[in-house]
């Protein structure tokens, strides 16, 4: 994916009222932030933001945060966010495995929506669903460990089923076609424009119950 630079990206995502700038400190505090005890969803790469406002619209009982690694991207979400006032959204300029240093044991639900498919087997390790990131995981879910994710791509929805499995998921939900399911859905930016060119796109919810020491 090609970035286009947004001159004062970094300023832009500091000034919003949206943004966390200095997440560590609210690591095993973020009910508190929000100012209730909803659950807290987190999707990883949120893109510009088209879905999480979406959900956060339609589910005002449910905290979302976004993580996005890039400014310039996140720019755009902060864009269509100045406009409206959704009191259960935050974001977070981050990476995803820093995760472990932001939350503890605390989000309900991580979405994974159209993320770098990372083809080649040499970088297997960087999909956020491979082992690595799924011990990451481990640490910030809370209660039942549930992942949902959407994706174009057949190679790394098979690797993600594999994955999943092996680190004691069930697969509670899929769909080689959610556009032909009855399934609750948000879209995002490139599920529209896939969509749009006839692209089935791949679904699954997995679970896996968590029990904390």
Known sequence: MRLRNVKNAKELVA???YTILEPEKYKGHYQELFGNNNPIHLEIGMGKGNFIIDKAIKNPDINFIGLEKYESVLCRALEKLANLNLPNVKIIREDALNLANIFDHEIAVIYLNFSDPWPKKRHAKRRLTSE??????DQVFANDQVIIQKT????????????LSTHGYIIEEISLDLANTEIENSLTEYESKFMSQGIKINYLKARK???LI
């Open 15 to 17: 000034s919003s009222s």
């Open 152 to 163: 174009d791509n057949v190679g790394l929805f098979e690797s993600s089923i594999i994955s």
């Open 209 to 211: 119950n968590n029990i």
């Open 132 to 137: 690595v990131f799924l011990n990451i995981y």
